[in-house]
C-alpha cells in the first residue's frame, strides 16, 4: 500500500479537493471553498495546509464573523440544492463557538456545511490552555461539544489517523439528503500539525453519487387511495420540493388531479405558474391557503418539516375527519400528522402520485372554491397595499416594488423580522426573483451572509437581494457587506427602517396590549454606516426614490445599501391563523389578562391529528 507523509491538516484539505457530488449526472465539488478566521487554534496548523495547497482545489475566503461564514455556506448549499457547500474554520473557543448558531440554522433546517471548529490540545502537555472550560466532572470536555447536538454528524479528531475513517463518513453524511445538516470536525490544534502516513487511496477523486430514493409500492398505493378518497385536497410543498428539484413534477400533479397548492416558506415558489396555487400557508400565509386548509379532508405534504407556523400550532386543519399524506425523504418527516408515508426522493413520489392518481380529480366545486378563494385574497392584498392618507409608504409596498423591478435571474434572500412575513404573504415568484427563505430557523443576521453564498453560487448572474429589517442590520453581519468588497461580489440589500424590532412589538401588542422594550428611540445612519463600510448607499422615502435608487444599485459594482424609510408600527393584513405563544397567566393589568384570555381561547382550536 503507498502512503503519503502528510500533517492531519494537509490530509483534509487534499482529500476535500478530490471529493465530487453527482445527481442526475451532473458533477461538482462537495466542498468547493473554505472560509475562515485564523486564530492561535488554526493558523500554524490548518493555515499552511490551505496555503500550501499547490492544486487551490479549495478557495480561500475570509469573512468578518465566523457565525457569518456559516450562513453564507447555508445560501451557497441552497443555491446548489444541497450538493455542494463550503467549509469553515474557526479558531479556538469564541471563534469556533461563535460558528454554534450557524450549525443550528443549518442543522434545523438540513443544509450541508461543513465546521472546523479548532479544539486543545489532544495531548495536553501544556495545562489548561487559554479558552479551555476545566470541567470538573468531564475531563475530555471542551467547547466544542456545544457543537454535538447541533451537528447531523460530529467527530473529535484527537489522532490524524482517525481523519482515514472520518472524512468518509463527513462526505456521506453531508450528501445525504436524509441526515445533512452541520458536519463539524473538531480539530484539536496539535493534531492538525501531526504528520502521518495516509494510505494513497484515501486522496483518489472519488463521487458520491446522490441517488433518488423511490418510493415503496405498498405506501405509494396507501397515498394514491387516500387521495383518491379525498374531497377536498390540498397540497403544502415545502422547501424538499426545491432541493429535490421536483417542481414540474407538483405542477403536473396539482393541474392534472386539481389539487389546490400551498407553500411553507422554505417550499415558497414551488408552485410557480400553477393555476390552483394558494399561496404561503399558515401562520405568515395567506388567507387563500389557510381558508382551504380549515376545510381540507386529505391533505397531501410533500417536502416540509411542518413547523408551527405552518400548521398554526396545530389549529389549522379543522375537518374532523381529516387525514394526511406525507412524501418526505426524511421517515421522521413524512410521519408527522399521523400521514401515510412516501419515504421518498420528492421528484419521484410526486411523478409516481401523478401516474397512480391518472384519469381523477378534485371534485370541480372544491377547485372552483380555490379560484374564489385566490382571487378574494389578491383583493384583500391590493386594499392592504393602498396608500393610506396620513401613512408613510409601507414596508409590504416597498416589497411589492421590488418584486415587480425584480427578475427570474435575480434572488431575493429574507429570513427574519416582518421582511419573511410580508415576502411570505405577497412575494409572486411568477416572472420575478425566486425567494430563499429562512425561517425554519428565522436567524436574525442570516441574510447578508447567506445572500453572499447565493452569490458565489451564482457567479455574476442577475441581482442578489437580501431585504432585512433595521434590527437585523444593527445585530450584525453588516460587516460582511466588507467581505463581498473583498471577494468583488455585488449583493444589494435592503434595510427596512421601522425603528425597532416591530414584527416582536406587533405581536406583544396583540397579546399583551404592551409596548416594551422593543423600540429603539434614538435615530441610526444607515447609509452612512454603510457608507463607511465601502457600499454605495441610498436613502428613499417614496416609492418613486426607491425605483430610482434599485435602478441605480443595479448598475452598481460595489454592494448597495437602499435604506427605506418606513411606517413604522404598520403591519401587513393578518392571515386568519392562530399561533401559539406563551402568554401570561398572571398580570397587574386587565388588558393584558383579556388578550391571554382570548389567546387561550384559540387553544381550542389545536387538534391531535395522530
Ligand atoms: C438572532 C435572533 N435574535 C432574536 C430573534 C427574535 N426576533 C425575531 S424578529 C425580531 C425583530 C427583528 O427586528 P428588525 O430586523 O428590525 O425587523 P422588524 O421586526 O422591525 O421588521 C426578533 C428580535 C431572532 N429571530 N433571531
Ligand atoms: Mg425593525
Not at 371534485?363 to 397595499?385: H, I, N, T
Request: hydrophobic residues 40%; negative net charge; glycine residues 10%.
Amino acid at each position: 500500500m503507498t502512503s503519503v507523509r502528510l500533517t492531519a491538516a494537509q490530509a483534509l484539505v487534499r482529500f476535500l479537493g478530490a471529493q465530487w457530488s453527482e445527481r442526475d449526472g451532473a458533477r461538482r465539488r462537495v466542498v468547493s471553498g473554505i472560509f475562515g478566521i485564523f486564530g492561535h487554534g488554526n493558523v500554524c496548523g490548518l493555515g499552511p495546509a490551505l496555503e500550501e495547497d499547490e492544486g487551490r482545489t479549495l478557495s480561500f475566503h475570509q469573512p468578518k464573523n465566523e457565525q457569518a461564514m456559516v450562513h453564507t455556506a447555508i445560501g451557497y448549499a441552497r443555491e446548489h440544492k444541497l450538493l455542494s457547500t463550503l467549509a469553515c474554520t474557526a479558531s479556538i473557543g469564541p471563534g469556533s463557538t461563535n460558528m454554534l448558531t450557524g450549525a443550528a440554522t443549518a442543522t434545523v433546517n438540513r443544509i450541508p456545511v461543513l465546521l472546523l471548529p479548532s479544539d486543545t490540545f489532544a495531548n495536553r502537555r501544556q495545562g489548561p490552555v487559554m479558552q479551555a472550560l476545566e470541567h470538573d466532572l468531564e475531563g475530555d470536555l471542551t467547547v466544542n461539544d456545544a457543537f454535538r447536538p447541533l451537528s447531523a454528524f460530529f467527530d473529535r479528531i484527537m489522532r490524524p489517523e482517525q481523519l482515514v475513517a472520518s472524512l468518509p463518513e463527513a462526505m456521506r453524511v453531508l450528501l445525504d439528503p436524509a441526515q445533512t445538516g452541520a458536519v463539524t470536525l473538531s480539530l484539536h490544534q496539535d493534531v492538525q500539525a501531526e504528520a502521518y502516513d495516509y494510505p494513497a487511496e484515501l486522496f483518489e477523486e472519488r463521487i458520491w453519487h446522490v441517488t433518488r430514493r423511490p418510493p415503496a409500492e405498498a405506501e405509494l398505493g396507501a397515498a394514491i387511495e387516500a387521495l383518491r378518497a379525498a374531497e377536498r385536497p390540498l397540497v403544502i410543498a415545502g422547501g424538499g420540493v426545491h432541493y429535490s428539484d421536483a417542481l414540474a413534477e407538483l405542477a403536473r400533479l396539482s393541474d392534472a388531479c386539481g389539487l389546490p397548492g400551498a407553500e411553507t416558506s422554505a417550499g415558497k415558489g414551488a408552485f410557480d405558474g400553477v393555476e390552483l396555487a394558494v399561496g404561503g400557508i399558515g401562520v405568515t400565509g395567506t388567507r387563500a391557503a389557510n381558508a382551504l386548509a380549515r376545510e381540507a379532508d386529505v391533505v397531501l405534504h410533500v417536502g416540509t418539516r411542518l413547523i408551527d407556523l405552518t400548521t398554526g400550532s396545530h389549529s389549522l386543519f379543522q375537518h374532523p375527519e381529516v387525514r394526511f399524506v406525507g412524501v418526505n425523504i426524511r421517515s421522521r418527516d413524512a410521519h408527522k400528522l399521523g400521514a401515510a408515508t412516501v419515504v421518498a426522493d420528492a421528484q419521484l413520489a410526486l411523478r409516481a402520485l401523478a401516474d397512480g392518481l391518472s384519469g381523477w380529480s378534485a371534485p370541480a366545486p372544491w377547485r372552483d372554491r380555490a379560484l374564489d378563494e385566490g382571487r378574494r385574497w389578491m383583493q384583500e392584498l391590493a386594499s392592504d397595499l393602498a396608500p393610506r392618507a396620513g401613512e408613510r409608504m409601507t414596508q409590504s409596498q416597498v416589497l411589492r416594488t421590488l418584486n415587480e423591478l425584480s427578475t427570474p435571474g435575480d434572488r431575493l434572500v429574507v429570513a427574519s423580522g416582518t421582511p419573511h412575513v410580508d415576502v411570505h404573504k405577497l412575494w409572486d415568484t411568477s416572472g420575478s426573483a425566486p425567494c430563499l427563505m429562512e425561517v425554519g430557523f428565522s436567524c436574525m443576521g442570516g441574510e447578508i451572509p447567506s445572500a453572499l453564498g447565493v452569490r458565489m453560487a451564482r457567479g455574476s448572474e442577475g441581482e442578489v437581494y437580501a431585504v432585512i429589517g433595521d434590527g437585523t442590520y444593527l445585530m450584525g453581519n453588516a460587516a460582511e457587506l466588507v467581505t463581498a468588497r473583498q471577494e468583488g461580489l455585488k449583493l444589494t440589500v435592503v434595510v427596512v427602517e421601522n425603528g425597532g424590532y416591530q414584527s416582536i412589538h406587533g405581536l406583544q401588542r396583540a397579546r399583551t396590549g404592551r409596548s416594551f422594550g422593543l423600540e429603539f428611540g434614538v435615530d441610526v445612519d444607515y447609509a452612512a454606516n454603510a457608507r463607511s463600510l465601502g457600499c454605495a448607499s441610498f436613502v428613499v422615502s417614496t416609492l418613486d426614490e426607491l425605483r430610482d435608487a434599485l435602478d441605480e444599485a443595479r448598475g452598481e459594482t460595489v454592494p448597495a445599501v437602499i435604506v427605506a424609510r418606513v411606517e413604522p408600527r404598520r403591519l401587513m393584513l393578518d392571515s386568519g391563523c392562530w399561533w401559539d405563544v406563551g402568554v401570561a397567566q398572571v398580570s397587574k393589568r386587565a388588558e393584558t389578562r383579556e388578550l391571554a384570555a382570548e389567546h387561550a381561547r384559540g387553544r381550542t382550536l389545536q387538534r391531535h391529528y395522530g
